[in-house]
């Protein structure tokens, strides 16, 4: 009789598992959701000040820009904000 009930809740837990494994499922799809989010944003803020980094760099003789906000905001009304 012993025997049976532990049957009976290796049953439920078979039961169990299947709700787990959708919830395995939905862990993954949001974590993937997640990372692909964090990627967007991380690119999306870091591109425009890379794109500074090398128009400073890239002054010569000429100097354009005076600093990270000059350059900014100088880009910004020279070429809009697609030039960034």
């Given at each position: 009789n012993g025997?049976?009930?532990?049957?009976?809740g290796a049953g439920?837990?078979?039961?169990?598992?299947?709700g787990n494994q959708k919830g395995i499922a939905w862990?993954?799809?949001r974590r993937l959701i997640?990372?692909?989010s964090a990627g967007?944003?991380?690119c999306t803020l870091t591109y425009p000040l890379d794109l500074v980094r090398t128009r400073l760099?890239?002054?010569t003789t000429v100097q354009?820009?005076?600093?990270?906000?000059?350059?900014?905001v100088t880009i910004v009304k020279d070429e809009g904000a697609?030039?960034?």
């Open positions: 025997e049976g009930g532990g049957g009976g439920g837990g078979s039961g169990g598992r299947s862990d993954v799809t997640a990372g692909g967007m944003l991380a760099a890239a002054q354009h820009y005076n600093g990270i906000l000059h350059a900014l697609r030039g960034l």
